[in-house]
């Protein structure tokens, strides 16, 4: 089990990313959650196995369709057993 801090930066708010980041988080049975800052950009913690983790965090730096990813910073972290996804 990985934990994984992700914070994306772009054109990020607006596009759906939050809700189509948590379809994919349950599709591949990654838990944590997502949500927006108030600089306009978007930040997730991503807990799972670590390929599951991978695609998430892969998936992120192309995002939702009509995003426009700029910049992903990824930040390992002690996993705390969540068991959902949320969009915060």
Same mark, same amino acid.
């Given at each position: 089990?990985?934990?994984? %801090?992700?914070?994306?930066?772009?054109? /990020? +708010?607006?596009?759906?990313?939050?809700?189509?980041? %948590?379809?994919?988080? $349950? +599709?591949?049975?990654?838990?944590?959650?997502?949500?927006?800052?108030?600089?306009?950009? /978007? $930040?997730? /913690?991503? #807990?799972?196995?670590?390929?599951?983790?991978?695609?998430?965090?892969?998936?992120?730096?192309?995002?939702? %369709?009509?995003? #426009?990813?700029?910049?992903?910073?990824?930040?390992? $972290?002690?996993? #705390?057993?969540?068991? #959902?996804? +949320?969009? %915060?």
């Amino acid at each position: 089990m990985i934990r994984y %801090r992700v914070l994306i930066s772009g054109r /990020v +708010q607006g596009v759906a990313y939050r809700d189509s980041c %948590r379809r994919m988080a $349950e +599709q591949h049975g990654v838990n944590g959650w997502v949500r927006n800052l108030p600089d306009g950009s /978007v $930040e997730a /913690v991503f #807990e799972g196995r670590p390929d599951d983790v991978g695609r998430l965090v892969d998936w992120s730096r192309r995002g939702p %369709r009509f995003a #426009e990813v700029a910049d992903v910073r990824v930040h390992a $972290e002690e996993p #705390e057993g969540i068991s #959902e996804f +949320q969009i %915060r």
